[in-house]
């Protein structure tokens, strides 16, 4: 475990609860999607996870070690395990594009050439090279949100934290980022993003952790939790239409009770076609 959450209690000055008694586990290069509903305690939690909120009760490990909050610590943590935050204008705060990107390389440590190569490097990574010199504020909300993202695969973290990467970007921006993410995962990094999205987290999530008013109520393979109704109805999720073709399939004797399920559109139409 890279990093792990146990038994967190965070309740926000207003008395309202948002952690009660939170239990996660982070695998090492390995991708945790957070699923679960509006107010569930999803950002809440990453707020904790790179010790931007101090718990109330239980604690933060960090390589198996309680988490500490003194300055140097928490400047060696965030270095370790970058966050993008659900809302890109909290992230976004340099005049231009390229600024914003290539800052945190800069106060990582990183001299002015080896900044800007990073800040290219995420820059192109994220198809945003063209925006550089753009002013942050004058972007639209995908292009705000790419650059955030930008901002912090620059840094390149052991684990990259995600609050929703996905929203309000178009299906091409969906569809290049979760291929990015996948492939800075195979090179090593550790991968965790919240999603509305069940089917995303089927096709890029090792493991799901399903949310429910502050808790976890299951943390698991992806497909095994996607599969139970019961909890489904709970993290007011559906069941992604890739599963559906194949537990159908089982149920109608057309694969092996046992035989794999599709995790994806691609495979789901590839056990279409065999059975036509
Ligand atoms: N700044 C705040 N002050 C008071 N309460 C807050 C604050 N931020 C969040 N909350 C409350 O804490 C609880 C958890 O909120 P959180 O933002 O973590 O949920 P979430 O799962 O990320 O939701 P969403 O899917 O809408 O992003 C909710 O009841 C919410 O109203
Ligand atoms: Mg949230």
Redesign the pocket.
Known sequence: MILEACGLEYS???G???LAGLDLQVGRAKRLAIL??????????FLHLNGTLKPMAGQVMLDAKAAAYDRAALTAWRRRVGLVL?DPDDQLFAPTVGEDVGYGPLQAGQSRAEALASANWAMEALRIADLASRPTHALSYGQKKRAAIAGVVAMRPEALLL??PSAGLDAHGVSHLMALLDHLVEGGMTLVF?T?DAELALAHADQAAL?HQ?RVLAQGETTHLLCDEDLLKKAHLKRPWALEVGLRARQNGLIASDAPLPTNRKDALALLDRMT
């Open positions: 926000y000055p207003d309202t609860c948002a679960g509903p509006n107010g569930s305690g999803k950002t809440t939690l659900q609050d929703e919240s509305h949310f502050g």
